[in-house]
């Protein structure tokens, strides 16, 4: 039972081809290879003699039912260009020649028209132009045959897949490569016909019955490495969709139950079951095709959400360690050990099939992205060379333009490597069918990146429209947008939303939340909240290694060094990281430890060199604090100018200023810092280095009035304080 309930709580979402157009309560949907679409003015059932296969159109809230007539024993009677059968249960038949129609819809396969053609565009509510499927619907099997949708199928398949792939693997499933997914539902939907071999069992895909669970079993077929332990029915046997129809069906002709009632007046049409040109033409295509796409476009809709939810936890490229936890809140949560334990568990489940499939790109592009989460958790440079390698592998074997450019861009922004961040981006901008969600995350990336580079007022707007639009997406990144620019009650607000918003099933960003507003309180001065906040982070997450160095700054800042070299000793023994090696060094030098001190420093300042030879966009920032605090100068105004050069937005504005002023260079570390505060960005640490430029150079009422401003940010700051 477990097992069912999860299953279906990720996938009943993602039923990639729609349920009945002709069943407004979620049953199977049903089938028409045929010229013609069918309407009707009443709620009667109306027979198509010309196809073989039953089938459905919607149109507003009512739907008329076509089907298929085995024997028609009542002598007909031709009257007005119809055939009446005669009678309360008569039927009318049209009798103008083909030529007089417009064939507006097509159906043999389940949902091949639908969720098969442009599946990225769901219901096209972004305005995108949907005349695609209506093309698909006008062609036929004959065209289908001779690939003139392949390409169309194709994108749609892979996009289903980079989508839900991740999802499967995390329930246990083995998906299909998208040769696989080829091999086993291309015959099916291509060409677009109802199949049947009278000499094997029927059932769909070899033939269809009305009470087929057609839906799941194209599901399995598209999504699934089909074998012994993963069969066709696998989805079917839970069952995933109804296994039922609401209604029972008739044991006879046309055994289908009447249409549903209709529920508001549709427009004026023709008494006919199909109109002639002029009537109704490709305006009902467009209606059908979004009514029988909403389910797809629910896909679209959970897919954001997962994958948002799972891509947007980006504020810190660092991780939690498993240490001695300050006194949590009552209702503790998960173990940062657990989460780290979980996702290796993962990791090798994908570097197994990785290895099992040498030229499947996909499988590697989510290996990626799970190595590029655990990197996040561990800082550690060789989980990020990982990273790297696994991208590497992944593109040479994509086709070109194609490939892992979403987590490329991800990875490269968090190393900071922000222009090639940037060239992944552009190559997913042409690509011919963006995924909406890939879309969003790209526009907060873009945004993110401009902040890196001081461009404020293009990085709020972004923030500001992705915001408005998708909250999950861009909530807590316009969050700390404000905190950089001299707002922290609005950036308190919108981080208090985000958490509010953010499910306990995500303890990871739920416990970021908490941190970053703990950060806040930090910079304006207020101690004691910040505290609280951090502790309630540690009950979300315990044992982050992030939450715990800035509960041991808080107790540094409140002199209570004994408890904070604690914390800070456990620390580097669990995730050895040279800025808690920096940390601990200071306190000793504090405490008259001296050769502890110095013995760490050395420790700290060889990690920082490695990490700088293997990353030197991603190191440059935080290593020219350990010189900048320990020496030389020289080697932190080189670090400084590189890593302004890289990014030059607030943050780098600030640290240049420093090495300036540590260098003996008032007049240029006023310049830079001049430059900083020409922009929107403000921090006390701006304000500090502004007035400590104005000092050197005899500036007093400058310095005054950068003292003030400081003070009027967080009356507690101190030079000693830690940059965040």
Not at 347 to 371: C, E, F, N, V, Y
Not at 661 to 679: F, I, K, M, Y
Request: glycine residues 6%; hydrophobic residues 40%.
């Amino acid at each position: 039972m477990k097992t069912y309930v999860t299953i279906h709580a990720v996938l009943a979402a993602a039923l990639l081809f729609a349920p009945a157009c002709g069943d407004d309560k979620g049953t199977s949907d049903t089938d028409a290879t045929t010229t013609t679409a069918s309407t009707t003015d009443t709620t009667a059932s109306t027979t198509d003699t010309t196809g073989p296969t039953t089938g459905t159109v919607t149109t507003e809230d009512e739907t008329a039912t076509t089907t298929t007539s085995p024997t028609t024993t009542t002598s007909p009677t031709t009257t007005n260009g119809t055939t009446d059968t005669g009678g309360e249960e008569g039927f009318v038949f049209p009798t103008e020649p083909f030529d007089a129609y417009v064939q507006i819809d097509r159906h043999g396969a389940v949902e091949a028209g639908t969720a098969g053609i442009a599946a990225a565009l769901g219901l096209g509510l972004g305005g995108q132009d949907l005349s695609i499927r209506d093309d698909y619907n006008a062609s036929n099997p004959a065209e289908d045959a001779a690939g003139m949708w392949l390409p169309e199928i194709g994108a749609s398949i892979t996009f289903f897949h980079d989508a839900f792939d991740d999802d499967l693997m995390m329930l246990n499933l083995v998906p299909a490569t998208i040769d696989e997914t080829v091999a086993q539902a291309g015959p099916v939907i291509i060409p677009d016909t109802i199949k049947y071999d009278p000499s094997k069992p029927t059932g769909y895909p070899n033939g269809r019955a009305l009470t087929d669970p057609v839906v799941d079993i194209t599901l399995a077929a598209v999504l699934l490495k089909l074998g012994p332990d993963q069969p066709l029915t696998l989805f079917a046997d839970l069952p995933l969709n109804p296994p039922e129809n609401d209604v029972p069906f008739k044991a006879e002709f046309p055994f289908l139950a009447p249409p549903h009632p209709r529920r508001r007046p549709r427009l004026p049409t023709a008494p006919r079951s199909c109109q002639p040109p002029g009537s109704r033409t490709r305006g009902l295509a467009a209606t059908v095709m979004d009514r029988k796409t909403i389910l797809v476009s629910a896909v679209l809709a959970f897919g954001a959400s997962a994958l948002l939810s799972r891509f947007f936890f980006r504020g810190e490229t660092s991780a939690p360690s498993i240490v001695a936890p300050e006194a949590r809140a009552a209702s503790a949560g998960p173990s940062y050990a657990a989460l780290l334990d979980e996702l290796d568990r993962r990791i090798d489940s994908l570097q197994k099939r990785a290895d099992g499939r040498p030229g499947d790109w996909l499988t590697r592009m989510h290996l990626a992205s799970a190595l590029l989460e655990r990197a996040g958790l561990t800082n550690q440079i060789h989980d990020f060379a990982r990273v790297e390698a696994v991208l590497d592998d992944a593109f040479s074997m994509a086709p070109a333009g194609s490939g892992p450019l979403l987590v490329a861009a991800r990875f490269n922004y968090s190393i900071h490597r922000l222009a090639e961040a940037e060239k992944h981006l552009d190559m997913m901008d042409r690509r011919a069918v963006p995924r909406r969600d890939e879309q969003t995350i790209a526009r907060v990336l873009r945004a993110e990146i401009a902040v890196q580079r001081g461009q404020y007022e293009a990085a709020f707007a972004e923030l500001t429209a992705v915001a408005a639009a998708a909250p999950v997406a861009a909530t807590a990144e316009l969050a700390l947008y404000h905190a950089k620019t001299g707002d922290p009650a609005q950036a308190e607000a919108l981080l208090d939303a985000a958490f509010q918003a953010t499910g306990p099933k995500d303890p990871r960003r739920r416990a970021w939340m908490k941190l970053q507003l703990g950060v806040v309180a930090m910079e304006r001065g207020d101690l004691r909240l910040a505290l609280k906040h951090l502790q309630e982070a540690d009950g979300e997450l315990s044992g982050w290694w992030l939450v715990q160095e800035h509960i041991a700054e808080i107790h540094n800042r409140r002199d209570d060094h004994a408890r904070a070299i604690e914390i800070y000793e456990a620390l580097v023994r669990t995730a050895d990281l040279p800025q808690h090696m920096d940390a601990l060094a200071g306190l000793y030098r504090h405490t008259g430890e001296s050769q502890r001190a110095e013995e760490l420093i050395a420790r700290a300042a060889a990690r920082w060199e490695e990490q700088l030879a293997r990353f030197p966009e991603s190191a440059m920032g935080h290593a020219l604090q350990h010189y900048l605090q320990f020496g030389p100068p020289a080697r932190a105004l080189e670090l400084a100018q590189a890593n302004h050069a890289v990014r030059p937005g607030g943050d780098a504005q600030v640290a240049l200023a420093q090495a300036y002023l540590q260098t003996g260079q008032p007049a240029e570390a006023l310049a830079v810092a001049e430059q900083a505060l020409g922009s929107p960005y403000r921090t006390p640490r701006l304000h500090d280095v502004a007035a400590k430029a104005h000092a050197a150079l005899g500036h007093t009422q400058g310095a005054e009035e950068q003292t003030a401003l400081l003070l009027a940010m967080n009356p507690r700051y101190s030079s000693d304080d830690h940059a965040h």
